[in-house]
């Protein structure tokens, strides 16, 4: 497939100047920020890992950090005589990834071009309609592990490759559950400072199925973990090497085990690991005792999934609801102890109506969290939620994959039309933005109200700046439920 003498180049594309695609949320299937976000990709560099440490002749471009212009991207490439790219794709950005990939094999046909990411296995139409010569599907870095030992082609599972310009696949690999075989990853491969923050994965697979993730369809739902020893070894060379102080863990359900993130934070503790860090998880696998191991760990922020409150939606995406009373004392032990918290919801599951999407809002606004994000129902391909949409005919637009983002209305659930889901997903997260900046006002206040020029305090620009920003928001919110009333 490749030779030692080959020129290889692991490229991310850029989604544009107005917005930043995350190829690495959602189980790897992505999602586009309006924001400057930026964010690694893990399974791009540890990739670019294995073939760097097998001596092959690797360069890696993620092009969302300097953003080179597509025309003058390809100039780069055959001027520097790459003979082989790989390109890491997302669902919402697979329509223009394979329009670079058509203008650069139009540029020069001899280059080989291998698109990849978890889910092409389900888009073998589409990448046989352009000019791809090879595709690698579920996780890809296994499948980097096996062309690292030579094995052909054919021998490797999760390849596709053209046979008189149709693709042959090798079928799914089957889910690794030695996660200790992957290298480290090598961040030395790209610019690392000028991302957000870099991330590590400790494990993968959710057992909990809800039937709108993606995480139990691409990781599986069988929890698959990384040793303890192996984490701590990439956390001290993020901190050591690479002078990294914060991560973010990237596991669906880090504290799933409870004693083995006990043992991960008493090794950071122990070994003087002084390094930030932020996990997902289910508030049920949490309680105050260990919360405290974890705050002196470094652990500075949870993210954490409510979903819906609705008891008919929760049963019919297979969701496990967690109490109110429950979530208010996770919830403020946290902000005792100095972790904040971030909640996620979704709107226009199955089932949810006007009145209960805004009952969710209001539960959202209700909570001692430091910040939470709502996101469209999205029928991401292969989970339980497609299957309802595609049965009962609510995928919009014949599927349009620049849709799947969570941030734009892929399918509707047969009650709320798609007008109402933006307006009602529109008014969450602006109604949340009033919150948190309400928040930061109230401390402005308590710190500035201590000292003695406390008028001139309260009209410094980064003050005056939020005071503006929260009044702007309060406006909006207003128009926003007049909106709603009018729906």
């Excluded at 997902?280 to 409510?306: H, P, Q, W, Y």
């Excluded at 008919?312 to 902000?335: F, M, P, S």
Aim: proline letters at 3%.
């Amino acid at each position: 497939m490749i030779t030692i003498n080959d020129r290889i180049l692991f490229l991310n594309l850029d989604y544009g100047e107005k917005s930043v695609s995350v190829k690495d949320t959602m189980a790897g299937l992505g999602e586009v920020y309006s924001h400057k976000f930026k964010m690694p990709i893990l399974d791009f560099i540890v990739s670019a890992t294995v073939l760097k440490e097998a001596d092959y002749n690797v360069k890696v471009v993620d092009n969302e950090l300097d953003k080179v212009e597509h025309k003058e991207l390809i100039k780069k490439i055959i001027q520097e005589n790459y003979n082989f790219i790989f390109l890491r794709t997302s669902v919402p950005t697979i329509d223009k990834d394979l329009f670079f990939a058509d203008l650069l094999k139009k540029s020069n046909k001899k280059i080989k071009i291998c698109l990849f990411a978890n889910f092409l296995d389900k888009f073998i139409g589409v990448l046989s309609k352009h000019n791809i010569d090879f595709f690698i599907s579920g996780e890809v870095e296994f499948a980097f592990l096996d062309i690292k030992n030579k094995l052909s082609k054919e021998n490797i599972k999760g390849i596709g490759f053209k046979n008189n310009s149709k693709f042959v696949y090798t079928g799914m690999r089957e889910f690794s559950h030695n996660l200790d075989n992957l290298p480290l990853p090598d961040w030395s491969l790209v610019p690392y400072k000028k991302y957000s923050f870099l991330t590590c994965l400790a494990s993968r697979g959710c057992p909990y199925n809800c039937g709108y993730c993606p995480y139990p369809v691409y990781q599986g739902s069988v929890w698959r973990t990384r040793s303890v020893e192996n984490i701590i070894e990439e956390l001290r060379k993020l901190l050591f090497v690479f002078k990294v102080d914060f991560v973010r863990f990237r596991d669906p359900e880090f504290t799933i085990n409870r004693q083995r993130t006990v043992d991960i934070c008493n090794q950071l503790i122990n070994n003087k690991i002084n390094i930030t860090w932020q996990c997902e998880t289910r508030l049920d696998l949490l309680d105050s005792e260990l919360l405290d191991i974890m705050k002196k760990a470094g652990c500075n922020r949870i993210c954490f999934g409510v979903e819906t409150i609705n008891e008919e939606t929760a049963k019919l995406v297979n969701r496990k609801r967690i109490g109110k009373k429950q979530i208010d004392i996770i919830l403020n032990h946290c902000e005792k102890i100095g972790i904040k918290t971030s909640g996620f919801y979704i709107i226009g599951l199955p089932c949810e109506t006007i009145e209960s999407t805004i009952d969710l809002i209001n539960f959202s606004l209700s909570l001692n969290t430091s910040f939470n994000e709502f996101t469209i129902a999205t029928p991401y391909v292969g989970t339980p939620l497609a299957k309802w949409a595609e049965d009962k005919k609510l995928i919009t637009n014949q599927f349009d994959p620049s849709l799947y983002s969570g941030r734009e209305v892929a399918m509707t659930n047969g009650i709320l039309t798609e007008n109402q889901l933006k307006v009602l997903h529109k008014f969450a997260n602006i109604s949340n933005k009033q919150k948190t900046r309400r928040k930061d006002i109230i401390e402005i206040i308590k710190t500035i109200s201590k000292k003695p020029i406390f008028i001139v305090e309260l009209f410094k620009k980064q003050t005056a700046k939020i005071f503006l920003f929260y009044f702007l928001d309060t406006f909006k919110v207003f128009l926003l439920k007049i909106k709603i009333i009018l729906l």
